[in-house]
C-alpha cells in the first residue's frame, strides 16, 4: 500500500520549454503533497507544500510563478516548471501523505523526476 | 522545527548489525520521528516511524530514550543491497504539517 506514483522520471528539453511534472498517489487520499528538489549527493530540499484545493505554500527563495503547484484533487497534484532553464535542472521528488497536518502520517514519496535543461 | 544530526557517513561488512544515531534536542512533544532510506536516482522509501520506547519491523528497529533527544535506527545483518543514505526526519504539527531533510547517513557495506 501506499504508492506514489510520479511521472515523467526523465525529462529532456530546451531552454524556455516548461515542464509538467505529476504525482499521483494511487491507493489513498493524500490531503498533503509536497514537492523537493534534490542536487548531486546532496539531502532533499523542501521546495512547497500542497493542501488539496488551496493554494501551495512555497518555501523562502522559491519563485512561486517559476514553480507552479496544483493539487487539484486528493490524488494528483502537479508541478510545473515555466520557463526552464539550464540552472532549473535537477531532481525532483514528490511526497505524499494522509496525514493533513498531524505527524504520524508518514511521507510515501515519488521515484523522482530528472529534469534535464539544454 | 526539530533540527537532526546525523553522521555523515558509515561503514559496515555484510552480515552486521548497523547502528545510526541521530539527534534532535528541540523535538516537540507533537512530533514523531521517521527514518526514510534512498538510493541513488530515487525517491526515499519509509523504513520505520516511532514516538516513544521501542518499535520493530520486518527490516528495523527503531530505539527512542525517555527523553526524545535522539534516536537509533537499528538495521540487522546487513547485505550490500542497504547501501544507501538514511535520513531521521522529525515531523511536526505547526499551524500546518512540514519536515526538513537534514544531510542524512551514508552508509556503504561491503562484502
Known amino acids: 500500500g501506499a504508492v506514489v506514483s510520479q511521472h515523467p522520471s526523465r525529462v529532456i528539453c530546451k531552454s524556455g520549454t516548461s515542464v509538467k511534472i505529476e504525482c499521483r498517489s494511487l491507493?489513498?487520499?493524500?490531503?498533503?503533497m509536497f514537492w523537493y528538489r534534490q542536487f548531486p549527493k546532496k539531502s532533499l530540499m523542501l521546495m512547497a507544500t500542497s493542501n488539496e484545493g488551496s493554494k501551495a505554500t512555497y518555501e523562502q527563495g522559491v519563485e512561486k510563478d517559476k514553480f507552479l503547484i496544483n493539487h487539484a484533487s486528493l490524488t494528483l497534484s502537479t508541478l510545473t516548471v515555466t520557463s526552464a532553464h539550464p540552472e532549473d535542472s535537477s531532481f525532483y521528488i514528490c511526497?505524499?501523505?494522509?496525514?493533513?497536518?498531524?505527524?504520524?502520517?508518514?511521507?510515501?514519496f515519488g521515484d523522482g523526476t530528472r529534469l534535464s535543461i539544454l | 522545527l526539530a533540527k537532526t544530526t546525523q553522521p555523515i557517513s558509515m561503514d559496515s561488512y555484510e552480515g552486521q548489525e548497523v547502528n545510526i544515531t541521530c539527534s534532535h534536542n528541540n523535538i516537540a512533544t507533537n512530533d514523531y520521528i521517521t527514518w526514510y532510506q534512498q538510493f541513488p536516482s530515487q525517491g526515499p522509501r519509509f523504513i520505520i516511524q516511532?514516538?516513544?520506547t521501542k518499535v520493530t519491523n520486518e527490516v528495523a528497529s527503531l530505539f527512542i530514550p525517555a527523553d526524545r533527544k535522539s534516536s537509533t535506527l537499528s538495521l540487522p545483518r546487513v547485505s550490500l543491497s542497504d547501501t544507501a543514505v538514511y535520513y531521521c526526519l522529525v515531523g511536526g504539527y505547526t499551524g500546518g504539517f512540514k519536515t526538513i531533510f537534514g544531510a542524512g547517513t551514508r552508509l556503504f557495506v561491503k562484502a
Open positions: 491507493d489513498f487520499q493524500a490531503t498533503t
Open positions: 511526497s505524499a501523505t494522509a496525514g493533513g497536518g498531524y505527524s504520524n502520517q508518514p511521507q510515501h
Open positions: 516511532g514516538y516513544k
